[in-house]
């Protein structure tokens, strides 16, 4: 199931691959079966490493100069890991990490981290929390207020069902950046909009909320999808948020389950090349140089 597109080839990009670009999520690993057992045997694929010399071959031809890589299991050893990866490899722009953000300690901690100026932003696996209060949670408000002066970014993990916890939880830091991952992850598989749809439109009233175009493969039925069951949640969460608060991202290694990396560019691609010259750029690398600060 590796290595094509949803008719079973790679397409090459529409006009519009000479943007450059920045891809805002994907993932290094040194695989584990202990530290990743979200990795079941529908994805044994990505039972194996994925380093920066596999990604730095699969973005070449593509226009993307540069990414951010997000952590995938949550140790302070895995950000400082990919920190140190980050540090050798300059096309990896910058880093959301994690850290203990809930933790007493975490203001020391983020101390320490914060001097790492690849470090972007923070997340929490907040969809695998059993509390679906998790995010309102005064501790773990009290680690977001923290960031600010940080000047980081946290990433918004979560399934479709918690959005309403998420407005909630960005109404308590105004301005606060938030970047919500894999567009809040629909129920694409089931091709249901609602409430998905309103949820998001009310999330994209705040404008420090952005939004990443990102793992929708996924969420789509395991190899039976096409492009035309993920373009309709593209186009909303384009209409909702506006060019100028979404952004690209691949989710390699993830995505590898359903599509390549080129497969996923241009599927993107072919949506957004409909757009203006200056749209696109949003899209393609200016949303995430702003919410990240690059």
Not at 45 to 54: F, G, S
Not at 75 to 96: I, K, P
Not at 243 to 257: A, I
Request: glycine share 8%; with cysteine.
């Amino acid at each position: 199931m590796a290595d094509r597109s949803p008719d079973g080839r790679t397409p090459e990009p529409r006009p519009g691959r000479s943007h450059v670009k920045i891809d805002a999520h994907q993932h290094f690993w040194r695989y584990s079966a202990a530290e990743f057992g979200w990795i079941g045997e529908h994805r044994s694929q990505l039972k194996r490493d994925y380093l920066p010399e596999e990604l730095r071959a699969a973005i070449s031809k593509s226009g993307v100069e540069g990414t951010i890589a997000v952590e995938a299991r949550q140790s302070e050893e895995e950000t400082e890991a990919l920190l140190d990866l980050a540090d050798r490899w300059s096309f990896v722009r910058g880093v959301v990490g994690w850290l203990p953000i809930a933790g007493d300690d975490f203001g020391e901690r983020l101390e320490r981290f914060a001097a790492r100026p690849k470090l972007r932003g923070l997340r929490h696996v907040v969809q695998d929390e059993s509390d679906e209060e998790f995010l309102l949670r005064p501790e773990f408000n009290r680690g977001i207020d923290k960031l600010l002066a940080r000047g980081l970014a946290y990433d918004v993990l979560v399934f479709e069902r918690q959005l309403p916890q998420v407005i909630g939880f960005v109404d308590l830091h105004p301005y606060q950046t938030f970047i919500l991952d894999h567009c809040g992850k629909p129920r694409v598989a089931d091709r249901e909009m609602e409430p998905w749809r309103s949820r998001m439109q009310e999330l994209a009233e705040r404008i420090n909320v952005y939004c990443k175009i990102s793992g929708l493969v996924t969420e789509a039925q395991p190899g039976q999808w096409k492009a035309e069951d993920i373009v309709p949640y593209i186009e909303v969460v384009i209409d909702l948020f506006g060019p100028e608060r979404v952004m690209f991202g691949s989710d390699w290694p993830v995505c590898l389950t359903e599509t390549d990396y080129r497969g996923w560019l241009a599927l993107c691609a072919g949506y957004i090349d409909t757009y203006s010259q200056s749209e696109q750029r949003r899209f393609w690398a200016d949303t995430a140089r702003e919410a990240y600060r690059l």
